[in-house]
């Protein structure tokens, strides 16, 4: 008999981090596999996590594909499954089917500088290529990671951050004027331009709410990056998770299968229905 | 949040505990989602159980908290009062009502306890979405309205002035007193009711802390509990009470004669006239409709004798808003129509009277001074047959309910007719004799062995005239046969109903009645005197049929409950009022229509809650079809989730 | 495998079937529809299509994936694949017919569908060509299909008035011939001209046109940013009707369905749902990247006439032309594919 | 009878004085004989509209799409809408009215007069015509219908009894008392059935068929909605008993959409579909007013109407009311009377 693509494996909550607070705020959570029957995923992957007697919902996971012991997702409060996750302990038990979709070409980038431009929870589903990318450091050139929240209290993984900073160069800032912050002002596509990294042998990798992500798609094409050295990843509501449900598509595709890591030249040939 | 619920169930002593395993339901309900603590106690309302219920709140952190034992109309407040000591906002805690809905009307121990168990855990799941809410705070007007100027009013209005308040007194009559007035004596004492009535209309005359509106009623009311504002229509005061001296030139000279209400009919009197010798205000007064047209040109004649000039046929009726805190309604009783009992002669026969005309037949300031005789040939009646519950306790053809004070008058009525006649024979057709109260049994033994009254258990089937009597047809069923008597007079004791102005007066107050049209009080028994609106009292007859001392009772009652609440700067209003989700809203206007407090009126096109106006009676709720309103910890989710935790 | 079967024998045919569910079309509340023939019953081949197809019978309506419960704090799932005994449908179009393929496909590709498989397995399509077309809206040739096509079914039997051809097509099939092969005749070559003739006069039937099927991927494409939809859809009321009732329409709702709030029992459920209803894809934000009827008009022919056709070559329409037929406010896709392709 | 020549003229007229922004009205429809609805914008396009036994749509429920559009849009033209309408529909614009969601001036109602007739039911026809599919239906005098079949172009006279709609055959209003304009003559006595005959005879069934019946029936429910969505009272942004509509805006919390109430289930089975059917049949009472679209959408022929003529039946014998005939007078669930026997606010 096939394997019952529907039935989810049972994970376990082993941490929880308060990413952010307020009405949209966003938990951090590592999820084990008790059983000991997890999967392997790959960078830009998602996952259907599931809380019994709400429903599921596509999440994707934040954490490398290095780390084995558990998995990790970010998820914002925004409705009847994230409220239910939002409310979870440590110790509760969720459901988890996947790993669903595409990945981003990491091997293909060999030897290329990256620049990673993140937004809010955006960063979420960029994160694994990042910490990916600084344990292969000596695969890539040079590293960049722009990141931008509404206020410093917003940043997600900020003790991360700090690790980071030993390897690749970091770029924070905030929406708005607060007293004794080091970094950046402003909106994260104008830190973008502000610091102009070089599009030579480069690929930008970016994801954050969609006004951001068209802003800075425009200014990487400012900056003479071409339509195939941008990635990003893309969202549309998803129940099955294996292509058949119907919903998630944007043209012919269905972004649970096909996506969600599309180069903003596979993008721009879709229909902009997303 | 995380949800920290605790659960207290109690034994009641051995109320509840008799009938629903108590401790089962505590520690069932203990391994429910979000229940951190619960606990059975023999009396949770004790001063021990109190106090475990609020330390039970500080140990546990507790965020909601239900409280299952008898019904929330009992404890609620004792148990949020213990809530807010406990530093958990009153409206975190809950009743469940395993007491009177569970365990008194249950047997099976079993069964009981299963659902005892339902109930509480849906209310676990209600309160585990309660949302913490603080009382709304309304400035009140010390200042009372009383509609209504008979004994009832008057008792009311004079209590409120006792405890320093101003009162607006509204009689639509011409003058105060009502129908206590037409009485002569009263029952059990024999004393006279103008005797005792009058020196208390006096004081209302009296007292600079009432202004008096006769011929006044009540035209509309807005506002709230303690802000109410009321207009009341006053009629043309063709008489300037000022400037009238009371000389009776008048009368004489009017051409026209109508039927005196204040005689029942029994006499008449002139389109201007004085109801009564001792009404208060005491003033001549013009009867608009019966006046020949208040057109000096047609008639003028009163005016054309009147030498100080009182009479102005130009005068307008006026309107006047008045600033009150709250109402006490006193609209009183009529008596069920003559026109409705055909069989027995009722409106057929002039002898054949209701027994208000009969009060009048032996008042003294009555139209034959006190000497009892048939209207129609003046002779005195030597046989007479009282008929009691007239119109009373008969669903399929009149008024279902026992009017309550016709054995007694009805006892007196023979009484007084053995005194004034005593070679006279009383006869009393009667169902059953109900004479609770003090003294009243005796006084119903003494109409029988000491003024040989013959009371005959049974039902009168016809009345009717033969050879100048009346015929009664009747049935005695304790000796089981028919009994026939040729009588001179028959005195139907008339169910009494809401006076004609009550069902008006409810419209516009916004004051239920009931199946019988009486006022509706907010609980039949612990909430007697409360109408269904905050702010408004009832006092009398106008709520159900009762005697005098009672009526006194309930006026005073009413009077202070209006004192303790106008007690207050500031009135706590109760926060569990409707709300509107606003992108549900298309308004239709159906709350609007349906709220019976004019709580909700649509601003830009969405229905929007006057938060001091609503009860949270829930109507808007119940009519929305969008489900766009909801009632604050009485949402649609938390009924729903009820119904789940109780069907599951 | 050809036989002849005379129309007295179809009942001595479907008795050996007892060891089967058997449906066949059945005409009840003013409608044709599939119902289970209980043993003994007669069939009645008289319908014309269906009101539902026969995605039912693999892709009901609903479908428990699996009850959840909590054993001892830690979510308990119980699968509830269904294991039907075989099911044998007869009287089947064959515009439906055509769709199994189809739907076949989307719950094959990456990932297998264990419930729709474990129906599909047992499933036997019996086929009954059309005589003539049922409806003016049929436009199966149209679409590539013909009021015999094969594709699909098991079985296809042709009316000859008097006695059915009955021809076995999959082994599957064949083997349900076998288990009647008493009540099966050998076909003679007139019978053989009966059915040959049947089918030509059927095919003759005129059938509304969609002109160059394979223009009209190119003809989607141009005009997706098109206001045609906006006004094709302007009459939509966005009900399920067209997708619930074609026989090619497969997409779906998941949710979890508590039965016991008290214990968090339930199940999870999948449910039909429907590309013209407005939440269908809603994002959780509120953003609806389909949040208007001329864009939801617009994926149901898209998906059906350029996506499929791209990601498997073919329509996802077989032309039997229930959504036009019921439609409440006249939207017709021939209308609309004429339109666009104008 | 009526003259379509008019109603094109009155619609033309309307469109070329600028008096409205669009007419709507029934023109022939590209898949049967079942004429469709269409929205005039051009004077030019009026040629087009029809009037026969086939305009079944209540129109009145683009009026209710068109408020929505409006209320949506940034820059909404909110000149009046024209709107044919048959008495039934007349009272739903009448209902709309009632319930303010548009005002009278918003709406220029052209009114027709369904005489001595009405519109046919689509399932009798069918059954009439053997499953067969008719490709012309038109009126043939004052009580007949014409009727050709599909692949058999020979016309039959079917008398109107025998293939009207049900509603048709109660209806006491067959000329729309709400109106702008009326086409046709407003014929008094109607020798068909008595009102609320449908639902006098399924009351006269007992209480374990019936149960039987509607279990059936909701056990066949697809729950594809389309009563719901043709019904022009179905108006709500958000139907209370279902998932598929809901209202998410931008200051929706996670909170409340947490918290939204499942009533019903997406599962189409029995006890969900009638919780669905008999929560809708409440919502409709005192609003519904016996178009019948309900239950000529359903694709598997429930018969819906009887529910809602049911409560309407209720609500004309308890109240004498009667939806949609007063746009002064307060819908029936909002208002109370003082006689009423029950305490109201208690």
């Known amino acids: ?274 | ?648 | 495998m050809e036989k002849i079967l005379s129309q007295e024998k179809l009942r001595e045919w479907v008795d050996t079937l007892d060891d089967c569910e058997v449906h066949a079309p059945a005409f009840a509340d003013s409608v044709w529809n599939y119902a289970r023939i209980e043993a003994g019953a007669d069939i009645d081949l008289s319908h014309t299509n269906t009101i539902g197809s026969i995605k039912t019978f693999v892709f009901p309506q609903r479908e428990v994936f699996f009850r959840f419960e909590k054993k001892d704090g830690v979510p308990l799932l119980t699968s509830t694949l269904p294991d039907p005994i075989p099911t044998v449908v007869f009287g089947v179009r064959p515009c439906d017919g055509r769709g199994m393929p189809r739907n076949d496909t989307v719950f094959n590709k990456e990932f297998e569908d264990p419930y729709y498989w474990a129906r599909r397995d047992k499933l036997t399509l019996i086929g009954l060509a059309c005589n003539q077309p049922h409806s003016p809206n049929c436009f199966c040739q149209s679409v590539g299909g013909s009021p015999h096509s094969e594709e699909g079914l098991d079985i296809l039997m042709t009316d000859l008035g008097d006695r059915f051809h009955v021809k076995g097509i999959t082994a599957k099939g064949v083997e349900i011939m076998e288990r009647g092969r008493d009540a099966f005749d050998a076909v003679s070559d007139s019978d053989q001209a009966d059915a040959g003739k049947i089918h030509e006069t059927s095919r003759s039937y005129p059938q509304r046109p969609l002109g160059d099927l394979d223009a009209i991927p190119e003809a989607l494409r141009e005009n997706f940013d098109s206001p045609l939809w906006a006004d094709m859809a302007q009459h939509c009321i966005g009900c399920g009707i067209c997708t619930f009732l074609c026989p090619t329409c497969h997409c779906f709702d998941i949710n979890d369905e508590v039965t016991s709030p008290t214990s968090g029992e339930g199940e999870r459920v999948r449910t039909w749902d429907n590309c013209q209803f407005p939440d269908f894809t809603m994002h959780t934000s509120g953003h609806n990247p389909r949040g208007d009827l001329g864009s939801r008009l617009r994926q149901r022919v898209n998906h059906k006439f350029l996506y499929f056709v791209e990601n498997h070559n073919t329509q996802q329409c077989t032309g039997c032309g229930r959504c036009i037929t019921e439609c409440p406010v006249g939207i017709d896709i021939v209308a609309v594919l004429e339109r666009v392709s104008q | ?346």
Request: net charge negative; aromatic share 8%.
């Open chain 2, 1 to 648: 949040m995380t949800k920290r619920t605790g659960v207290f169930v109690c034994h009641c002593g051995k109320n509840i505990a008799a009938t629903v395993d108590v401790k089962k339901v505590a520690q069932e309900l203990a391994k429910d989602d979000g229940v951190v603590f619960s606990e059975d106690y023999v009396y949770m309302c004790s001063d021990p159980g109190q106090t475990a219920v609020i330390d039970a709140i500080k140990d546990n952190d507790l965020n909601g908290m239900v409280i299952s034992c008898c019904s929330p109309t009992l404890h609620e407040k004792t148990f949020r009062d213990a809530s807010e000591l406990g530093d958990l906002n009153a409206f975190q805690c809950e009743i469940a009502n395993i007491r009177e809905q569970c365990a008194w009307v249950h047997k099976d121990m079993e069964v009981a306890t299963e659902k005892a168990l339902k109930i509480t855990r849906a209310s676990v799941r209600r309160v585990q979405h309660n949302q913490a809410l603080e009382p709304i705070g309304v400035p009140v007007t010390r200042r009372a309205l009383v509609v209504g100027g008979g004994i009832a009013g008057i008792q009311a209005a004079l209590d409120l002035t006792d405890a320093g308040l101003d009162v607006v007194l509204v009689e639509k009559q011409a003058t105060i007193g009502g129908n206590m007035l037409k009485l002569s004596e009263t029952f059990p004492t024999l004393d006279c009711s103008q005797c005792i009535l009058s020196p208390k209309m006096v004081s209302v005359s009296k007292n600079p802390k009432i202004t008096l509106m006769t011929e006044s009623e009540v035209e509309s009311i807005s506002g709230f509990v303690g802000n109410f504002k009321v207009k009341i229509k006053k009629k043309a005061a063709f008489v300037d009470p000022e400037l009238c001296k009371l000389c009776d030139d008048c009368t004489p000279v009017c051409p026209v004669a109508v039927p005196n209400e204040y005689d029942v009919g029994l006499t008449n009197r002139r389109a201007i006239h004085i109801p009564f010798a001792q009404a208060i205000p005491a003033s001549f007064t013009l009867d608009e409709e019966a006046c020949l047209g208040l057109d000096p040109v047609v008639c003028g004649k009163c005016e054309e004798v009147c030498d100080v000039g009182a009479i102005d046929y130009d005068k307008k009726p006026t309107v006047t808003e008045e600033d009150v805190g709250a109402i006490v309604v006193a609209t009183g009783f009529d008596l069920y129509g003559m026109e409705h009992m055909g069989e027995f002669g009722g409106g057929r026969y002039p002898d054949v009277l209701d027994g208000l005309q009969f009060e009048r037949l032996c008042s003294a300031s009555g139209a034959t001074e006190g000497h009892i005789m048939r209207p129609s040939d003046h002779k005195v009646p030597k046989e007479i047959v009282f008929i009691q519950c007239s119109g009373s306790r008969d669903p399929e053809n009149h008024c279902a309910y026992c009017s309550k004070i016709c054995c007694m008058y009805t006892a007196k009525h023979a009484t007084l007719y053995k005194h004034h006649v005593p070679d006279g024979q009383a006869y009393i057709f009667y169902i059953d004799i109900r004479s609770g109260g003090k003294g009243y049994e005796e006084f119903v033994q003494r109409s029988m062995e000491n003024d040989g009254v013959i009371y005959l258990r049974g039902r009168v089937s016809r009345v009717y005239e033969k050879d100048g009597k009346l015929k009664v047809m009747g049935v005695d069923t304790l000796a089981g046969r028919n009994v026939e008597i040729n009588a001179d007079m028959v005195v139907l004791a008339q169910a009494m109903e809401p006076s004609k102005g009550t069902a008006e007066i409810a419209k516009i107050l916004k004051i239920g009645r009931d199946k019988d049209g009486f006022l509706a009080e907010a609980h039949p028994k612990l909430k007697p005197v409360e109408s269904v609106t905050a702010g408004i009292y009832l006092a009398g007859a106008a709520q159900g049929p009762k005697d005098i001392p009672e009526t006194v009772s309930q006026a005073g009652a009413a009077a202070s409950k209006v004192i303790a609440l106008l007690s207050k700067d500031q009135l706590a209003h109760s926060p569990t009022v409707a709300k509107v989700r606003d992108p549900w809203c298309t308004g239709c206007e159906m709350c609007v229509d349906a709220c019976p407090y004019d709580a909700i009126a649509l601003v830009d096109g969405k229905a929007s809650v006057n938060e001091v106006l609503c009860e949270g009676c829930g109507s808007c709720v119940g009519v929305c079809v969008r489900a766009a309103i909801d009632v604050k910890n009485v949402t649609q989710l938390q009924i729903h989730e009820m119904i789940s935790a109780i069907m599951a």
């Open chain 1, 1 to 274: 008999m096939t394997d019952n693509i529907y039935l989810p494996k049972i994970g376990r909550i082993v941490g929880i981090d308060e990413e952010t607070q307020g009405a949209r705020a966003i938990k951090t959570f590592k999820v084990e596999f008790p059983n000991s029957d997890g999967f392997e995923h790959n960078c830009g992957q998602c996952a259907m996590l599931s809380m019994f007697g709400k429903g599921e919902s596509m999440i994707s996971i934040a954490s490398s594909p290095l780390v084995k012991e558990y998995k990790q997702f970010s998820i914002m409060k925004m409705g009847r499954v994230t409220s239910a996750f939002h409310a979870a302990r440590v110790g509760d038990f969720i459901g988890i089917r996947g790993p669903y979709g595409n990945q981003f070409p990491l091997d293909d980038w060999k030897g290329r500088d990256l620049v990673f431009i993140g937004g809010g929870v955006g960063l979420a589903p960029i994160w694994p290529v990042i910490q990916t990318a600084v344990a292969r450091r000596e695969d890539f050139g040079k590293i960049t990671v722009f990141y931008g929240a509404r206020t410093s209290s917003n940043i997600m993984y900020e003790a991360d951050f700090e690790k980071l900073k030993a390897s690749v160069e970091v770029q924070l800032s905030v929406d708005a004027p607060e007293e004794g912050w080091p970094g950046y002002t402003g909106f994260v596509p104008a830190n973008l331009m502000d610091k102009a990294p070089s599009p030579d042998n480069a690929i930008a990798i970016t994801c954050g709410p969609p006004i951001m992500i068209k802003f800075v798609i425009q200014n990487l094409q400012a900056l003479g990056f071409a339509d195939e050295q941008i990635y990003t990843t893309i969202e549309n509501k998803m129940k099955c998770g294996i292509g058949k449900c119907g919903r998630c598509n944007v043209g012919k595709d269905y972004v649970c299968v096909k996506g969600p890591v599309y180069s903003w030249a596979e993008l721009k040939s879709l229909p902009q229905e997303y």
């Open chain 4, 1 to 346: 009878m009526v003259n379509v020549e008019e109603i094109r003229d009155f619609a033309a007229g309307l469109l070329e004085r600028g008096e409205v922004k669009s007419v709507l009205g029934f023109r022939h429809g590209s898949a049967s004989a079942f004429a469709e609805p269409c929205t005039l914008t051009e004077a030019d396009d009026a040629a087009s509209l029809v009037w026969d036994p086939t305009c079944l749509n209540n129109l009145a429920l683009y009026l209710v799409k068109d408020r929505k559009q409006q209320a949506a849009s940034k820059t909404p033209d909110t000149r009046p809408v024209g709107i044919v309408a048959k008495g039934c529909d007349s009272r739903a614009v009448g209902v709309l009215l009632q319930e303010n969601y548009f005002k009278r001036e918003d709406v220029v109602v052209i009114g027709i007069s369904c005489e001595g007739t009405g519109v046919v039911d689509p399932k009798k026809l069918s059954n009439k015509l053997k499953g067969r599919t008719a490709s012309r239906v038109t009126f043939d005098g004052a009580d007949g219908i014409s009727v050709s079949v599909y692949g058999d172009e020979t016309e039959t006279v079917i008398p109107a009894r025998e293939v009207l709609a049900d509603r048709c055959l109660e209806c006491r209003a067959a000329a729309p008392a709400l109106n702008n304009v009326v086409f046709g003559d407003s014929v008094e006595a109607r020798d068909y059935n008595e009102p609320f005959h449908a639902a006098k005879e399924a009351e006269n069934v007992s209480e374990d068929e019936r149960w039987a019946t509607w279990e059936h029936h909701f056990d066949r429910c697809l729950r594809c909605f389309a009563c719901r969505a043709v019904c022009p009272m179905c108006y709500c942004p958000e139907c209370v008993v279902d998932s598929t509509t809901f209202v998410v805006t931008l200051g929706t919390s996670a909170k409340e959409k947490a918290n939204r109430i499942r009533w019903c289930e997406r599962s189409a089975n029995t006890s969900e579909s009638a919780v669905y059917h008999l929560t809708r049949a409440i919502h409709l009472a005192g609003r519904c007013i016996d178009c019948g679209e309900c239950e000529r959408v359903c694709p598997v022929n429930i018969p819906l109407r009887l529910l809602n003529t049911k409560l309407e039946k209720e609500a004309f014998e308890m109240f004498e009311y009667q939806a949609g005939h007063d746009i002064e007078q307060a819908s029936l669930l909002s208002s109370f009377r003082d006689e009423d026997p029950n305490s109201f606010i208690r």
